[in-house]
């Protein structure tokens, strides 16, 4: 049984940084595809990043790109979004999520198991 428990989500200022962390836990993730996204109330799930735990591939969104990097530690079976030069509308709930395999894009619908989300406000 697969387990994804997010982790580093809080409140910053505009221009700051956090870093979210993804502890993977239930089986070895070495072929598997990992992914970020994030959703406010009241509007759909939004793919942020992906990445190949196999091949270190990565993926972003355009809205983010340049400023957030996803990162895999295969040691500790954990995966990262760093996210530097936040913006207001970058708020929202952060969901780690996997698939045993990468598609071609970033949708929900690719990827069936899912961690509980941690919050992430800028003002």
């Known amino acids: 049984h697969v387990q994804l428990v997010e982790s580093g989500g809080g409140s910053v200022q505009g221009g700051g940084s956090l870093r979210l962390s993804c502890a993977v836990s239930g089986y070895t993730y070495s072929s598997k595809c990992m992914a970020w996204f994030r959703q406010v109330p009241g509007k759909e799930r939004e793919g942020v990043a992906r990445?190949?735990?196999?091949?270190?591939?990565?993926y972003y969104a355009d809205s983010v790109k340049g400023r957030f990097t996803i990162s895999q530690d295969n040691a500790k079976n954990t995966v990262y979004l760093q996210m530097n030069s936040l913006k207001p509308e970058d708020t929202a709930m952060y969901y780690c999520a996997a698939n045993p395999w990468c598609p071609p894009g970033l949708a929900p619908r690719d990827f069936p198991i899912w961690g509980q989300g941690t919050q992430v406000t800028v003002s």
């Open positions: 990445i190949s735990s196999a091949s270190g591939t990565t």
